[in-house]
């Protein structure tokens, strides 16, 4: 491949700084199969690179503050929902769109680490209830600012517009990829 090719090929507006590993390989890609439309390429690589970096990141705080990723998502999804702070594991499955089984891990470690509570749902007593405990809320409050804080730097390379803009098109993947839920 001509040493210019990048060059030549990049988008407009977009000097040799800007250009990145996807850049390269959505080029290399135009020159092997310029009869195919590969552009998209270069949005879901960097998707994709996205996802794993920032996931890499996750799972590094999380340890931090003694949970993993599954764990953060549950008490989070407790924290969100208000006082009393408690859901069925039924409804922390669908929140967090995963099996009743892999719920049940999930729970069982954070009760033997003094995060969640587990009792008898009073509605239906067939039924538990899980709530935050003391320490769960100090835990996922603590891990949540922290998160919070680390989105804000990296969405601070974005102007507002470019965060919108970004939101509506990561929204329309989405509903292209497949139905969501609410």
Same mark, same amino acid.
């Given at each position: %491949?001509?040493?210019?090719?990048?060059?030549?090929?990049? %988008?407009?507006? %977009?000097? @040799?700084?800007?250009?990145?590993? !996807?850049?390269? !390989?959505?080029?290399?890609? *135009?020159?092997?199969?310029?009869?195919?439309?590969?552009?998209?390429?270069? !949005?879901? &690589?960097?998707?994709? *690179?996205?996802? %794993?970096?920032?996931?890499?990141?996750? @799972? /590094?705080?999380?340890?931090?503050?003694?949970?993993?990723?599954?764990?953060?998502?549950?008490?989070?999804?407790? /924290? /969100?929902?208000?006082?009393?702070? +408690?859901?069925?594991?039924?409804?922390?499955?669908?929140?967090?769109?995963? $099996?009743?089984? &892999?719920?049940?891990?999930?729970?069982?470690?954070?009760?033997?680490?003094?995060?969640?509570?587990? $009792?008898?749902?009073?509605?239906?007593?067939? $039924?538990?209830? !899980?709530?935050? $405990?003391?320490?769960? *809320?100090?835990?996922?409050?603590?891990?949540?600012?922290?998160?919070?804080?680390?989105?804000?730097?990296?969405?601070?390379?974005?102007?507002?517009?470019?965060?919108?803009?970004?939101?509506?098109?990561?929204? +329309?993947?989405?509903?292209?990829?497949?139905? &969501?839920?609410?």
């Amino acid at each position: %491949m001509p040493e210019n090719y990048l060059l030549a090929n990049r %988008m407009p507006g %977009m000097d @040799e700084e800007q250009l990145d590993a !996807i850049d390269v !390989i959505v080029d290399q890609w *135009r020159h092997e199969r310029p009869d195919l439309d590969l552009s998209p390429l270069g !949005i879901f &690589g960097r998707l994709m *690179r996205l996802s %794993m970096l920032l996931g890499t990141d996750v @799972e /590094r705080w999380c340890a931090q503050h003694g949970l993993r990723n599954g764990e953060f998502d549950v008490l989070t999804a407790l /924290r /969100r929902c208000g006082p009393p702070f +408690a859901q069925t594991p039924s409804e922390l499955a669908g929140a967090l769109m995963m $099996s009743r089984a &892999g719920m049940t891990k999930r729970l069982d470690r954070l009760e033997s680490a003094g995060l969640v509570e587990r $009792s008898l749902d009073a509605a239906d007593r067939r $039924s538990f209830r !899980i709530a935050l $405990s003391a320490q769960g *809320r100090e835990v996922i409050d603590a891990a949540l600012t922290e998160h919070a804080a680390n989105l804000a730097r990296l969405t601070a390379a974005l102007s507002p517009e470019q965060r919108t803009g970004l939101e509506q098109s990561l929204r +329309a993947l989405l509903s292209a990829a497949g139905p &969501g839920r609410p």
